[in-house]
């Protein structure tokens, strides 16, 4: 059975750091490229960055902020965030990317805030 675990939100002050982490199992890790997502409160799931060989930032935003990496050996992925902004609150869930292909997880709530 396929299954996704998101953890690492929290709630951070403006210019803080968090980083989220994803644990998949019941699939061959390795084979896929991997995504992190973000949808913030009242808005759709965007792809916000994904990592096969080398790591794609699709939103620009994050660009320079947000390192996306996976560690095939442990079938994870993680996404370290800095100089959080406002913007960035939203729930983070991983899937595979550029197109979801798994059933979601809970997601991780990251809410940035003073």
């Known amino acids: 059975q396929e299954q996704l675990v998101e953890s690492g939100g929290g709630l951070v002050q403006p210019g803080g750091s968090l980083r989220l982490s994803c644990a998949a199992s019941?699939?061959?890790?390795?084979?896929?490229?991997w995504g992190w997502y973000r949808q913030g409160l009242g808005k759709q799931r965007e792809l916000i960055a994904y990592v096969g060989n080398i790591p794609i930032y699709v939103d620009s935003f994050v660009k320079g902020r947000f390192v996306i990496s996976r560690d095939n050996a442990k079938n994870m992925v993680y996404l370290e965030m800095s100089d959080l902004k406002p913007e960035d609150t939203g729930v983070y869930y991983c899937?595979?990317?550029?197109?979801?292909?798994?059933?979601w997880g809970q997601g991780t709530q990251v809410t940035v805030s003073s």
């Open positions: 019941g699939m061959i890790f390795s084979r896929r490229t």
């Open positions: 899937n595979t990317a550029p197109e979801w292909g798994i059933q």
